[in-house]
């Protein structure tokens, strides 16, 4: 109980000051990572593995964990975007319109599961 302590009290701390409101919180422990909400509202993990995202749903009833080369999420202003590995960096298309504007970014700007901004970079989704 006593080598419990100092852990548990350290996550408190973390937890107490690391969470700013509707700033990204990038948590160490969950780096590899991210929980997600997708364009239907459903919500789901994904990871990077060689040059494409491993999904697994939270409804495992409906949906089941597979392989895809893009991941469809809602960004911090709520809006609709798919993303694909480009290289060592993302590339997003608005409403998943690849033939439109696409962007390139390092990171990944999402909501998550309870509905606070996160971001991910490519190096932190790999496992």
């Known amino acids: 109980m006593i080598v419990l302590t100092p852990i548990v009290a350290a996550k408190l701390v973390f937890d107490a000051t690391s969470y700013t409101g509707s700033e990204p919180v990038n948590e160490p422990w969950v780096q590899s990572s991210m929980e997600f909400v ?25 949906w089941s964990q597979h392989s895809n080369s893009m991941l469809a999420f809602m960004d911090w202003e709520g809006a609709p975007w798919q993303v694909r590995i480009d290289g060592d960096s993302f590339l997003l298309a608005h409403h998943g319109d690849w033939q439109g504007h696409t962007e390139r970014a390092m990171a990944i700007h999402y909501r998550d599961w309870q509905g606070r901004n996160q971001l991910r970079t490519l190096a932190q989704l790999k496992r």
Do not use: A, C, I, Y
């Open 38 to 62: 997708t364009w239907n509202g459903e919500k789901w993990t994904g990871w990077v593995r060689s040059e494409g995202f491993e999904l697994r749903p939270q409804n495992e009833g409906r």
